[in-house]
């Protein structure tokens, strides 16, 4: 059965109109005779939207109860069952109920798409995994309900739902995103117009990269190398040398002057593994280049040019920039630079050779090849054609009337010819310009001249010493590139292995481990896919992580495989050498581990973090049963003595506990929304002094001369603050007053309230628990302490605004109500 298509519609902000979009989608696929189906769709109570909803065939929707409330979710057996072609399906990043099979929304939309249904969805941009931490910075709301990116990723289809700030701000104001009561903390909080510019700017970078993936796509299935310059991206190449910050920051410059440029990085190492790069002159590069917003590659090619040039292709390239060479002018004289070849094969792509200390070499800093390296098919061809060239002229130079040299002297010459193919080529080319040799040295040097026939024994002799010494050479350079070739396999075998095994232990993430594994082997595309664990008529795979190009979602679409374990395996695009095989399988099997190992600490932090829910839950019950016994108490003695107002009043207070068991619930439930800002100490003080009434005793305040903005939650800070002062109050003794002491420590705002005894037993109270979980959830702390003299005080620490943004009045060192 073919899988189905995942459309979705991706906005900045609530109220873009994503719903509104899916059900017109909806609309006009019915129309064309498709079989659609609403699986879910919250309107959230706006006409337009449900309006667009009337006619569509909708599905009832599954009730869930937990913990005694009732929750409505979208019934996935009914839409399974009723199999139509295409399926709407509301909030793709939701958290299901417990106990509605499926966690989240999009593993029920998975089991659509495995069934061969096309699902129509929504999302949001604050709910991508990737952007949570940035979403919090810029709104102050930390978004509890995440979507992997990968889930996205995958998408067939995602369309942009945009509107200006200006307009969705105004249709805020007419009601058509939140009922009355929720318009003017919207306005003023999330859906400010800054808020707003940078939510939709990280939707639109988003989108971008999907769409340059899909490019990338695009290019690889179709063959293009050529360039296409969509976006500019630059290239610097790095050797390892001291000359790698000067190009690093020169790159970084090149791409800051375009919006919107990448910035890669490129070492390549040599594939016999031998390389005279400094590592730890690499890692202090590398950090450069990341905090300089680019990316760190490396990759492996017997030339570093092809390498350069491949990498360049694969990525899109724009511009690519290297240093001037460091060689020595009679170097260059005897082999182009790299630079040079490097702009010889660019095609359109721009090479800038930058010039830097290190580029004045000397003359005779000439670099030798490397003895050490093994001689592949490429050095065999060199040094058969080099033998091919050099032999004839060797011999018409040898030939030359004057000065003329013996038998002997020709044989030196000749033997100096064959060694050096030996050296180049290995043993066949050696043997080949020996025996050429001989037989040149025979016709032209040995009597009788211009014949292959040897008069004297003395030269015949010499002509065959001469051929058993140039093969005696040649083999023994032959097995020492052989030996060669297994020790740099060896070491770069190890170097891969260490390479990946550090980059583990430094705790980075798996999809970075995969890129590191593709780069090493220079695949085009590689995923660590894993089988879900249920049966089903056919495996279904999932992409634990993946790199590259369009790479592989299934087992059988990859070019090669390694699995790891019955339900993990590592699937790759690109072509791979057998002898790699092996270490490709080490490679997959330290991913395994890394995989198993995220695996098991996600398990455990969940353990954990039931383990101190049931506690907290357990300790809260606690306090709850204790303030419920008290107040209640309190209502059946004031009803003993016919005092109703004081009853009312414990009532009153009995009900506030099981309002904060609530407010607690949906606290740790992530259902509760902060709306963090700079909030003023007068408004603040004003306000938690008139929510305690006129019967309150008297509070002693003291402020700083200056004293900054809190950044956090108005409302929520109050409504602390007051029942803090409240639980002061009850407890204070007549005459000592509780005191509330505000202070200014290191960028921060330091709340302390003071007064009344019973310490224990109030650290414990649902008030400090309820006010302490609001205070950390507003990035403050709250701690409880009782001094030598049983005085209680409560302790509060919010970060505090900048001086310049407050210009308030001095406040005098005591005031009272």
Request: aromatic share 4%.
């Amino acid at each position: 059965m073919a899988r189905g298509r995942l459309q979705i519609y991706l906005g900045a902000a609530p109220g873009v109109g994503k719903t509104y979009a899916m059900l017109e989608e909806g609309r006009r696929l019915r129309t064309s005779g498709t079989d659609v189906v609403a699986g879910f769709v919250e309107p959230h109570g706006r006409r337009p939207t449900a309006a667009m909803a009337e006619g569509l065939e909708t599905l009832p929707r599954r009730t869930v109860t937990h913990r005694g409330a009732e929750f409505t979710e979208m019934d996935l057996g009914a839409v399974l069952a009723r199999r139509p072609q295409v399926a709407l399906v509301d909030e793709f990043a939701h958290t299901n109920a417990p106990g509605d099979g499926n966690g989240k929304r999009w593993q029920d939309v998975e089991e659509l798409l495995d069934a061969g249904i096309d699902v129509i969805t929504t999302l949001n941009v604050q709910h991508l995994e990737s952007l949570n931490d940035v979403v919090r910075q810029i709104t102050g709301v930390r978004q509890r309900e995440t979507l992997p990116d990968e889930v996205a990723r995958r998408a067939d289809q995602i369309e942009l739902v945009d509107l200006p700030p200006e307009v969705l701000r105004r249709r805020l104001a007419h009601g058509d995103i939140y009922p009355p009561d929720r318009i003017e903390a919207a306005l003023t909080h999330y859906f400010r117009v800054g808020n707003l510019i940078a939510l939709r700017e990280l939707a639109l970078l988003w989108l971008a990269d999907r769409v340059e993936e899909g490019l990338q796509r695009y290019r690889a299935e179709h063959g293009i190398a050529i360039p296409w310059e969509t976006r500019e991206r630059i290239m610097v190449g790095l050797t390892g040398g001291p000359e790698g910050e000067t190009l690093i920051r020169r790159a970084a410059r090149i791409a800051a002057r375009t919006p919107g440029s990448e910035l890669l990085a490129l070492h390549v190492v040599p594939v016999d593994g031998l390389t005279h790069a400094d590592p730890a002159a690499l890692a202090a590069q590398r950090t450069l280049v990341e905090s300089l917003g680019g990316t760190y590659h490396q990759t492996t090619g017997e030339s570093v040019v092809e390498a350069l040039l491949q990498f360049a292709q694969a990525e899109n390239v724009t511009q690519i920039v290297l240093g001037a060479s460091r060689r020595g002018r009679l170097s260059l004289l005897l082999d182009t630079g790299v630079g040079h070849r490097t702009i010889r094969g660019s095609g359109p792509i721009d090479v800038h050779v930058i010039t830097h200390e290190a580029a004045a070499g000397s003359a005779f800093t000439t670099r030798l090849p490397h003895p050490g390296r093994g001689m592949g098919p490429r050095r065999f061809w060199s040094a058969a054609v080099g033998a091919t060239l050099l032999l004839p002229v060797l011999t018409l130079v040898l030939t030359a009337p004057v000065p003329r040299l013996g038998l002997s002297g020709v044989l030196l010459v000749y033997l100096l010819a064959a060694v050096g193919t030996a050296l180049a080529g290995g043993l066949v080319p050696a043997l080949a310009a020996a025996l050429a040799a001989a037989l040149l040295a025979d016709y032209y040097f040995t009597a009788p001249l211009h014949s292959l026939r040897v008069e004297h024994g003395g030269d015949a002799l010499a002509l065959a010493s001469f051929v058993i010494a140039a093969i005696l050479v040649g083999a023994a350079a032959d097995a020492a590139a052989r030996h060669t070739r297994q020790a740099v396999r060896a070491t770069w075998e190890a170097r891969v292995l260490n390479r990946l095994a550090t980059a583990m232990m430094h705790g980075q993430d798996l999809p970075s481990l995969v890129e590191q594994v593709r780069e090493s082997f220079g695949l085009t595309g590689v995923s660590l896919l894993e089988r879900a664990p249920e049966t089903a008529p056919g495996p279904r795979w999932y992409v634990v992580a993946s790199s590259g190009a369009h790479p592989p979602e299934h087992p059988f679409e990859a070019d090669v495989e390694s699995p790891v374990s019955d339900t993990l395996t590592l699937a790759a695009r690109g072509v791979l050498a057998t002898h790699d095989q092996r270490i490709l399988g080490a490679c997959a099997a330290q991913l395994g581990m890394a995989h198993l190992h995220g695996t098991l600490a996600r398990h455990a932090a969940a353990t954990d973090t039931f383990a101190d829910a049931e506690r907290t839950r357990a300790s809260l019950i606690r306090a709850a049963d204790r303030d419920l016994r008290e107040r209640l108490r309190a209502a059946e003695e004031a009803l003993a003595r016919q005092d109703t107002g004081a009853a009312r009043t414990s009532v009153h207070r009995a009900a506030q506990v099981v309002a904060d068991l609530a407010d607690l619930d949906r606290l740790q439930g992530g259902a509760l929304d902060l709306y963090l800002r700079p909030v003023g100490l007068d408004e603040l003080l004003i306000a938690v002094l008139d929510d305690l009434g006129p019967g309150g005793r008297t509070i002693q305040v003291r402020l700083p001369e200056q004293a900054p903005d809190v950044i956090a939650d108005g409302a929520l800070l109050t409504r602390v603050l007051t029942a803090l002062a409240a639980d002061a109050l009850v407890h204070s003794q007549a005459g000592r007053p509780p005191t509330l002491t505000v202070e200014v420590l290191d960028g921060r705002l330091r709340i302390r309230l003071t007064g009344g005894a019973g310490g224990a037993r109030r650290a414990d109270s649902l008030t400090l628990r309820l006010s302490q979980d609001l205070t950390e959830a507003m990035g403050g702390t709250l701690e409880p302490t009782c001094d030598d003299g049983r005085l209680f005080s409560v302790t509060l620490t919010l970060p505090a605004a900048a001086m310049d943004s407050c210009p308030h009045p001095a406040q005098s060192p005591d005031r009272r109500k």
